[in-house]
């Protein structure tokens, strides 16, 4: 059974930073791209990054690229998202995901976690 759980967010104020993890089970963390995405009730769900099962490359949508840091540990079968100079708009409850298929060829997620909540709030 795939499981991942997410955990880091919280409370923080415009300008703040945080650190999110995702704990991977159930499959062979290290075949699969990993990606972070957000969902708030004024945007739906929404991507922000991606990760190759190697991590030789990354990906950021627009609204985060040059704020967010996604990595990935997978001898731990850990997955990070590094947020930094929040702002309102990044409230969401943010959720690790595993892509839809192993190695490189991919076209989406499938499996995601039960999320962790980020609120950003002066």
């Known amino acids: 059974e795939v499981q991942l759980v997410e955990s880091g967010g919280g409370l923080v104020q415009p300008g703040g930073s945080l650190n999110l993890s995702c704990v991977a089970s159930g499959f062979t963390f290290s075949d699969y791209a990993m990606y972070w995405v957000r969902q708030s009730g004024a945007r739906g769900l929404e991507w922000i990054s991606t990760i190759e099962n190697d991590g030789s490359r990354t990906y950021y949508s627009e609204s985060v690229k040059g704020r967010f840091t996604i990595s990935r540990d997978n001898a731990q079968n850990t997955v990070s998202l590094q947020l930094n100079d929040l702002k309102t708009r990044d409230t969401a409850m943010y959720y690790c995901?595993?892509?839809?298929?192993?190695?490189?060829?991919?076209?989406?997620?499938?499996?995601r976690g039960q999320g962790t909540q980020v609120t950003v709030s002066s």
């Open positions: 995901a595993r892509a839809d298929r192993p190695g490189g060829d991919y076209r989406g997620f499938a499996d």
